[in-house]
């Protein structure tokens, strides 16, 4: 696992659905192996300019699922040439030679099946968790990378992870039923409509030590309930439910979901989910989920809130 410490300035110009963001990206480089010990460390930030967007080349390109009032989104990328940047800087910075494969860094691949970013807003702060799921060409996943931001001016502490808790208790706070809320935006070529729905999420440990998942879903427009019933295992940080859906627990309340195979799903014309859940306080979490099709084309994005009970 690699900490990598980013500044992200953002600037527009136009209006409402003509607004363009202009987004300038700073990774902070590590010391050089081949700096004198003696000498003052500096830290170096390297620039990094993001391609100019708006809510057109969002929709059309990226397949954003946006929620407004929630601040939170779903996009994809065709690629993962800014995450590779962010850890070629992030960690070798100056040392970097430009290997295809450097020594001690694993990089995404140059053409993954999916790249996806979930972005989830704090109920409490005026931050957020930004993270990207990438699967390899095969459909494996093949990296998770997390960004947590914090708005400021000027020079702020930049916002850390809760490392405290060790691996294997990083599931504790998740367990229990939670009740919430959920709204589910289908992208445009499957109809851009719009679905509200009540929902329970339990989840707990039987005698056996073996997570035990129901959710379960109300409709809000047809008043039809649907339940989905998961048994898995834990081992550290990673659970593995039946039928191949895996979480990785991560510090800070942060778990994020995946097939273990989605060229699986695609041979057995499945569809499948990706998934961010951020727990940030005891009692109140958020989660987006980002539906694909066999295709790979985003259905839909779901958006929830929960509170413990």
């Known amino acids: ?124 702060k005026d931050k957020r968790v930004r993270a990207f799921h990438i699967m390899d060409p095969k459909g494996i996943l093949e990296m998770l990378l997390v960004f947590l931001e914090e708005r400021g001016n000027g020079e702020v502490i930049p916002p850390s992870f809760d490392n405290l808790k060790e691996d294997s ?20 070529v499957y109809g851009a409509t719009i679905t509200e729905a009540e929902t329970t999420a339990v989840l707990e440990m039987n005698k056996d030590g073996q997570l035990v998942q129901d959710i379960t879903s109300t409709s809000g427009a047809s008043n039809v309930t ?12 990673l659970v593995t439910f039946d039928g191949g859906f895996q979480l990785t627990l991560l510090p800070g309340g942060i778990y994020m979901g995946y097939p273990s195979d989605v060229a699986n799903s695609v041979q057995e014309s499945k569809s499948f989910h990706l998934e961010l859940c951020w727990l940030e306080s005891p009692g109140k979490r958020q989660r987006l989920i980002r539906t694909y099709d066999v295709e790979g084309l985003a259905v839909s994005s779901t958006y929830f809130i929960e509170s413990k009970i």
Request: glycine residues 8%; hydrophobic residues 30%; aromatic residues 10%.
């Open 1 to 124: 696992m690699h900490k990598i410490t980013t500044k992200l300035a953002v600037g527009s110009y136009g209006e409402d659905e003509l607004m363009s963001l202009l987004q300038t990206l700073y990774i902070k480089q590590p010391a050089s192996t081949t700096s004198f010990s003696g000498d003052d460390y500096e830290p170096e930030w390297f620039e990094y300019k993001i391609k100019e967007t708006n809510m057109f080349t969002v929709d059309k390109y990226q397949q954003i699922g946006f929620f407004p009032k929630e601040k939170a989104y779903a996009l994809r990328y065709q690629t993962a040439g800014m995450l590779e940047t962010v850890l070629r800087q992030g960690v070798l910075g100056e040392d970097d030679i430009g290997e295809e494969s450097p020594r001690n860094l694993k990089l995404p691949s140059k053409r993954p099946s999916i790249v996806c970013e979930n972005c989830l807003y704090s109920l409490e």
């Open 169 to 188: 208790e990083r599931i504790m706070p998740h367990l229990g039923t939670w009740k919430g809320h959920s709204l589910t935006k289908r992208t445009g």
């Open 226 to 237: 649907t339940n989905v019933h998961w048994t898995g295992t834990i081992s550290e940080n």
